[in-house]
Structure formats: C-alpha cells, structure tokens
C-alpha cells in the first residue's frame, strides 16, 4: 500500500492506493484513512469498491444507493436543511454519486452533507460505481485536510495474482490447484478469476440438460 504523502508533497486529499483486500480490515489501516471521516473509493470496474467502501464503515452503517442518493437531494432541497437523521446516524456508504460534473450545487449539497457528518464523528464514504467523473468532481472541490482518497487496483506480477487466487481458493474450500495458471488471465479481474476456479473445482459433469 502506498501512501502518496509520503513523498513529502501534501496531497488534498490525500491519496492511498493499494488492492482491495489491502482494505478490508486483515490488517492494520493506514492512520489517515482510520482518524479521517470521508473517503472517497475509486477504482476500475470489478476491482471491489463497494466491498472496500462497506469495510470503511463498521456496522450498523447506512447506504444510499443512486435512485436513494437522487431522492435525499431532492429532500435536501425542498427542506433547506439536511435531516438530523443523516446527519446524526451511523457510518454512511453512498454507493453510486453520478452526473456530477455539471451539477456544481448537488456537489456543494453532498460536501456539505460529509463535512456535517465529519465535524460530529460521523463517517462518510463516496463510492464510484460509474466512471464519469462525478467522484473525482467531488473530489476537487474537498476542502484540503478533510477526506481520503482510496484508489483501488488488481494485484500486478505472477506472486499477487496467485497470492490472491490461493486466498480465494481458501476462503471458498476449493483446492489450491484450482489456482493454478489463473495469473494469465487476461483481462485479470475479480469476477474473472472467481469464475475460472469455480469452473475449475467444479467441472461440467456433461448433464447439461440438452438433448
């Protein structure tokens, strides 16, 4: 896991990257992401951010989903005040910010939703689930020393990848040999690799149902 502070250059917000199961709480987190109340989770489809974002936040949590997210700024504006009940619950995940690039004010609105929270201990984690901008949107008009930016990656190299394989293989009670060779697939994805072991464990018993 790197942490882009410690070039010495301050990043706003500051940025950490790393793979998914670098998050997911098997060991220690980074300080920043653990004392700082707004996260924002980026990275390719199939990488794992809503997992990630869902670890960020202890349980009991909340989440807004995209159609949720719509229907709470139009509250927003129809009350001229967020409610106390989300400024006030639990750990928050908004799984889906979208459209945001041209819409400055329902970026102000959602800001200002995270800071509230922020300022009374409350976690708020942005979590991008369509690549068009509208968290990195978010992201630019964050307030220096208030959020965190995880940017999630797939492991790299022959030793992650079958690192990884192996711990899915372990976590499911699949062989280990069903892990073998699964660091060439291409493209190399979570939902790839998932599917390849599972096929590999279980192997078509040629009963297929056709005639």
């Known amino acids: 896991m790197r942490n882009a502070e410690d070039s010495g250059t301050f990043l706003a917000p500051a940025l950490l990257t790393g793979t998914s199961a670098e998050f997911m709480g098997k060991k220690p987190l980074p300080r920043l992401v653990?004392?700082?109340?707004?996260l924002f989770v980026l990275g390719p489809p199939g990488v794992g951010k809503s997992t990630v974002a869902r670890?960020?936040?202890?349980?009991?949590?909340?989440?807004?989903?995209?159609?949720?997210?719509?229907?709470?700024?139009?509250?927003?504006v129809r009350l001229g005040a967020w409610p106390d009940e989300m400024l006030e619950s639990r750990p928050l995940?908004?799984?889906?910010?979208v459209g945001m690039?041209?819409?400055?004010?329902?970026?102000?609105?959602?800001?200002?939703?995270?800071?509230?929270?922020?300022?009374?201990g409350h976690r708020t984690v942005f979590?991008?689930?369509?690549?068009?901008?509208?968290?990195?949107?978010?992201?630019?008009q964050c307030e220096p020393?208030?959020?965190?930016?995880?940017?999630?990656?797939?492991?790299?190299?022959?030793?992650?990848?079958?690192?990884?394989?192996?711990?899915?293989?372990a976590d499911l009670g699949l062989p280990p040999s069903a892990a073998d060779g699964t660091?060439?697939?291409?493209?190399?994805?979570?939902?790839?690799?998932?599917?390849?072991?599972?096929?590999?464990?279980?192997?078509d018993d040629g009963l297929g149902g056709t005639e």
């Open 101 to 120: 690039k041209h819409r400055p004010s329902a970026v102000a609105l959602l800001l200002e939703l995270a800071r509230h929270r922020a300022t009374k």
């Open 34 to 38: 653990s004392e700082r109340r707004m």
């Open 127 to 140: 979590c991008q689930t369509e690549p068009d901008g509208s968290v990195e949107e978010l992201i630019t």
């Open 55 to 76: 670890a960020l936040c202890t349980e009991p949590r909340d989440e807004l989903d995209t159609p949720g997210l719509a229907q709470r700024l139009i509250e927003r």
């Open 145 to 169: 020393g208030w959020a965190v930016v995880v940017g999630l990656r797939f492991p790299t190299g022959r030793k992650s990848r079958m690192r990884t394989a192996r711990q899915i293989c």
């Open 93 to 97: 995940v908004i799984d889906g910010p």
């Open 183 to 203: 660091d060439h697939l291409d493209p190399w994805r979570y939902d790839r690799l998932m599917a390849c072991l599972i096929e590999r464990a279980v192997p």
